[in-house]
């Protein structure tokens, strides 16, 4: 099976870790190494590196290609420009495609966090052969829900249809992004599961689904298909992706594939999306009053922190509760976890300004 991974990420949410130069998926946010190099050692030694795909915006060529030698370098495929998610899964499937057109292709991010690696890899090879015996299908794995999140899609699967090895496999309803409190709460209680992000498919079945439902991208990915691998690529990939209509790629297929062909499988990876600093305290804790920290910290009296000092002083705190500290070497932020979605705005407040070099 080949593999997809997407690392093309600002992570404005968790600056000032993370900036537009070197983003969150290439900092180490959680251990000794960056959340694409584990990513990529997560795979191992089940998959093969040289199946393993890497997709990412043009401005970060250096960077990645130096971060990750072990991938040879024809699996980069940079992006000209962002343009959202379903002009770039179309990208990779026309390129992938181009040699592999029937083989199961897994769709997978670069900035998770995943405590199940041996249960995710199961659930990927169960995908695998959903898509070998049914090349026209579209298996989306879910993480069973831990709690009522409002900021995660959620995806809502139907009746059981299989079962493999203890894990059940079930027909595909719809996926809802982002829900209110009150929506996530019922979704809880029913038959819904977290959406990753993750699915798996055959080049030929999505490519198929764009000429469908977004003829114009199609057209435009047919085009770049057919000169890969030639000199003409580049140029002609410069020329005709930037055009591609801005769209995410729910919107742009998955909401609108006939449910028959999409399956779902709903299992408990230990999985999170690690891309604000409330949802890494969320991946980290034990219990939700525990203060997870990094670094040199020393903080008492204190209940439901995340302290992470990236530098060689002490940071020390007493009576906090529900704070997020971020020290690095030019930048200390301070704010309640409740605050977190402010980051962005506030990031981008700094451009045009004396501090602008920060984001």
């Not at 600056?15 to 795979?43: A, C, H, M, Y």
């Not at 990412?56 to 699996?75: A, Q």
């Not at 029937?102 to 659930?123: G, M, N, Q």
Request: overall charge positive.
């Amino acid at each position: 099976m080949n593999i997809a991974i997407f690392a093309g990420g600002s992570g404005t949410r968790l600056w000032p870790l993370s900036r537009k130069n070197t983003p969150k998926q290439f900092e180490k946010i959680v251990g000794e190494k960056s959340t694409l190099q584990l990513t990529i050692d997560r795979l191992a030694p089940d998959f093969k590196l040289t199946n393993v795909y890497i997709s990412t915006v043009k401005r970060y060529e250096k960077i990645i290609k130096d971060h990750i030698p072990n991938i040879p370098k024809e699996n980069f495929i940079f992006e000209p420009e962002a343009r959202d998610v379903g002009p770039a899964v179309g990208l990779l499937m026309a390129i992938i495609g181009k040699k592999h057109p029937d083989a199961p292709c897994a769709i997978l991010w670069s900035d998770h966090f995943v405590k199940k690696e041996r249960r995710f890899k199961e659930v990927l090879k169960m995908a695998e052969g959903i898509v070998k015996k049914k090349p026209r299908s579209l298996v989306l794995i879910g993480q069973r829900a831990r709690f009522a999140n409002q900021n995660l899609g959620w995806i809502e699967f139907g009746k059981q249809i299989d079962q493999k090895r203890g894990t059940k496999i079930f027909s595909f309803k719809r996926t809802v992004y982002r829900p209110t409190l009150q929506e996530a709460e019922e979704f809880l209680k029913k038959d819904y599961a977290w959406n990753p992000g993750y699915f798996v498919t055959s080049p030929a079945f999505l490519l198929s689904q764009f000429k469908k439902f977004t003829p114009e991208i199609w057209k435009g990915l047919m085009k770049i298909q057919d000169v890969v691998g030639t000199k003409k690529f580049d140029p002609v990939l410069e020329k005709i992706y930037p055009k591609l209509e801005k769209i995410s790629f729910d919107n742009a297929i998955l909401e609108r594939v006939d449910p028959k062909h999409i399956y779902v499988i709903a299992a408990d990876l230990g999985w999170s999306d690690i891309g604000a600093w409330e949802a890494l305290k969320e991946a980290l804790e034990i219990s939700s009053e525990e203060n997870v920290t990094r670094g040199k910290v020393l903080i008492n009296d204190s209940s439901d922190n995340l302290v992470f000092n990236y530098t060689d002083q002490l940071t020390v705190g007493i009576d906090l509760e529900d704070m997020i500290i971020i020290n690095t070497d030019d930048v200390l932020l301070i704010c309640q976890k409740s605050s977190v979605p402010k980051i962005k705005k506030l990031v981008e407040s700094l451009a045009g300004t004396q501090n602008e070099n920060l984001t």
